[in-house]
């Protein structure tokens, strides 16, 4: 299933965006949906992720500035990222996890860019 990942650009320190992720079609059976990001050189690392009945998880680097959040119904992620700072700068990536009956799956979408910079 293809997740569309949407809302990267160019932004000043100090800026704010909100990135969303939608699948392109209802997926039953999601737990935990995700963002993590991949900055030129670095391995991909985790940013937040939540799960179905909304416990949250961030790294270090982001609380107190990012949000995530997520509508169920419309099998949509968020996340909110204010005050950021050039060390933001990556390819941020969508999953969501979960199982079809007792089958897991583990979609990704395909990235999207933002760019911290003054």
């Known amino acids: 299933v293809q997740l569309q990942a949407s809302g990267g650009g160019l932004v000043q320190p100090g800026g704010s965006l909100r990135l969303s992720c939608a699948a392109a079609r209802s997926i039953f059976g999601i737990d935990v949906m995700g963002w993590y990001r991949q900055a030129p050189g670095e391995q991909r690392e985790l940013v937040a992720k939540?799960?179905?009945?909304?416990?949250?998880n961030y790294a270090d680097s982001v609380k107190g500035r990012f949000t995530i959040s997520r509508d169920n119904a419309a099998n949509t992620l968020l996340l909110q990222m204010n005050s950021l700072k050039p060390g933001d700068t990556a390819v941020y990536y969508c999953s969501f996890r979960g199982y079809a009956y007792t089958i897991p799956f583990d979609y990704w979408g395909q990235g999207t860019l933002v760019t911290v910079s003054s």
């Open positions: 939540i799960a179905r009945g909304g416990d949250t």
